[in-house]
């Protein structure tokens, strides 16, 4: 009889919903959870793990130090579309195909862009709070100027699942849309522009790719001085795209009037952070994509992609360039 295969949960996903979730598989799994959520839990449960589904909160991440530490093992799957909690490149040298479930929360994070643009655009947190707290800013809000969105150029940086479903729900709405990606798109519903042509002419830019080697930094103070003034900027990427401290000094200058961030370098930002009281900007806890219908395809995407693994078919979405057809060491 062959050995049931050995997957590890670092995500923090209850035991009985990876439980039930991995129930048809039968007696062909086993499943693994570290003793405590830490480093030296992780690394004691990587020798014996043959399949990982990844922790999407980074705190049990998959480095170069811990792959080594995992002879074993022959695939790792994330229960996200972002891939930062595990070291693709040191999983690609050791044979190891990693799998994101790619276009899970496309719609999901796409609505929340659209959501905080309209929220910047007619300064809703600023009106809320001002109400709130007793007062009644209808004339310093009047005098701020309030933006239809239909007016925007909007600019989408990414044109991924979620890029793309940006650009089809801000065209929607009447918006001049234009995109750039490292890849053209003749397909889409939106024009292609270069990155500095694309900034030069964004009333709203929002930020949707991956953060990697290349795209960290990408946004740095030169490129955000490339805005018209008194732009908004959209974050549902991830922070260091266009760092912490660039977004600020953009923001006392002038030539942003607004941001909305559900991302950030550090998460959480540390106390006291300037970004947390900044009267123009929208703070959201990396939640964007944290609808219920979103986890639900995150959570097939991981059923279906251990299921393929275990039973021998191909996984789908590998990131890393290595052969999708799983191999048991």
Not at 126 to 137: K, L, N, Q, T
Not at 239 to 247: L, N, S
Not at 255 to 265: K, N, Q, T, W, Y
Request: with cysteine; proline share 7%; net charge negative.
């Amino acid at each position: 009889m062959t050995a049931p295969w050995r997957i590890l949960t670092l995500a923090p996903i209850g035991e009985d919903l990876m439980k039930g979730l991995l129930a048809p598989l039968g007696d062909a799994v086993e499943l693994l959870f570290p003793a405590v959520r830490d480093r030296d839990g992780l690394f004691a449960a990587l020798p014996a793990a043959e399949l990982i589904v990844a922790d999407y909160t980074g705190l049990l991440r998959l480095d170069a130090e811990a792959v080594a530490a995992a002879p074993r093992l022959a695939f790792v799957q994330t229960p996200s579309v972002g891939t930062d909690s595990v070291d693709t490149a040191a999983l690609a040298a050791a044979g190891v195909p990693v799998a994101n479930a790619a276009g899970a929360n496309a719609r999901g994070v796409a609505e929340w862009a659209v959501g905080a643009a309209f929220a910047l655009c007619r300064h809703l947190v600023r009106a809320d709070r001002g109400v709130r707290e007793g007062g009644w800013p209808q004339e310093e809000l009047l005098a701020l100027g309030a933006r239809e969105i239909h007016t925007q150029r909007v600019g989408i940086v990414g044109f991924g699942p979620i890029g793309v479903e940006a650009a089809r729900l801000f065209g929607a709405l009447g918006c001049a849309v234009s995109y750039w990606s490292r890849r053209r798109r003749p397909e889409a519903a939106a024009t292609y522009r270069e990155l500095d042509d694309l900034l030069a002419c964004s009333d709203i830019l929002v930020l949707a790719l991956p953060l990697t080697p290349d795209t960290a930094g990408l946004l740095d103070a030169d490129r955000l001085a490339l805005l018209p003034e008194k732009a908004l900027l959209v974050n549902v990427a991830r922070g260091g795209i266009v760092p912490d401290e660039t977004i600020l000094a953009a923001l006392e200058s002038g030539r942003l009037a607004g941001a909305a961030l559900d991302v950030f370098e550090a998460e959480p930002p540390p106390a006291g952070h300037p970004l947390r009281s900044h009267e123009n900007v929208l703070l959201s806890p990396h939640v964007a994509g944290g609808t219920g219908q979103a986890q639900i395809k995150v959570i097939s995407a991981v059923r279906d992609n251990v299921g393929a693994a275990v039973t021998g078919r191909p996984v789908t979405n590998v990131v890393n360039g290595i052969d999708p057809q799983v191999r048991r060491r």
